[in-house]
């Protein structure tokens, strides 16, 4: 298996028969990354084909598996539009798949006001009446999108630091903000260049935990 994924010689759905071969018989996530030499991210996409609807299933022979995979998240709490997505496109590529999430996620659709609030909470958009001209468009959680959270809403004056790995680069896992592409996604500060980027948690390492106390 670890010869064919080098080699570029199986497709998406062959690699997801395997993973979720492994993962019934017991192994983890983890453990199926180690030895496969990918990412817990790779693995998590690849066992996620199983559970998506036919319609993104037939795209994966044409279109980039990553792209798809963030269709579903979409498609999890908005099927129609997806599925009008795909039936207009036989095959698309990562940037034009994150193009129509990011639209998707900015146009309410008709379903919004009896959705339940946990649907609210993996948009990125809160359960509450609609803010004043005074209020703060708040999101997740009541965290203000894009901010830090005040001091004063914190338990502790410590700050936790939680520092992670993305495909070889190391960085900061921001967690006083919310993501505007979702639940799934966090904020991260890449050590190399400063580079602030929004990543699918399912890709990232943690490497370590501590407190930093202030001066």
């Not at 062959?14 to 019934?24: Q, Y």
């Not at 009541?142 to 338990?155: I, N, S």
């Amino acid at each position: 298996m670890v010869e064919n994924i080098q080699r570029d010689d199986l497709s998406a759905t062959e690699i997801a028969a395997f993973i979720e071969a492994r993962l019934r018989a017991g192994e983890k996530q983890k453990d199926i990354a180690r030895r496969l030499a990918k990412s817990k991210g790779f693995v998590a996409m690849h066992a996620s084909i199983g559970q998506m609807p036919q319609v993104l299933r037939d795209k994966l022979s044409a279109s980039p598996l990553r792209a798809v995979y963030e269709l579903y998240q979409l498609w999890k709490r908005d099927a129609a539009r997806v599925e009008e997505f795909c039936a207009q496109h036989e095959s698309f590529s990562r940037p034009q798949a994150e193009a129509f999430i990011e639209e998707a996620l900015a146009k309410p659709n008709e379903n919004d006001d009896a959705e339940p609030a946990t649907e609210h909470i993996i948009r990125g958009e809160p359960s509450l009446p609609q803010p004043t001209k005074d209020e703060t468009k708040h999101g997740a959680a009541g965290l203000p999108e894009g901010e830090f959270v005040p001091a004063a809403q914190r338990k502790s004056a410590s700050e936790v630091i939680m520092r992670v790995r993305h495909e070889q680069r190391g960085g900061r896992l921001i967690l006083g903000r919310v993501s505007k592409r979702g639940s799934h996604f966090g904020i991260v500060v890449f050590d190399d260049h400063g580079e602030e980027a929004q990543v699918l948690l399912a890709e990232l390492a943690l490497v370590e935990i501590r407190m930093h106390e202030p001066l």
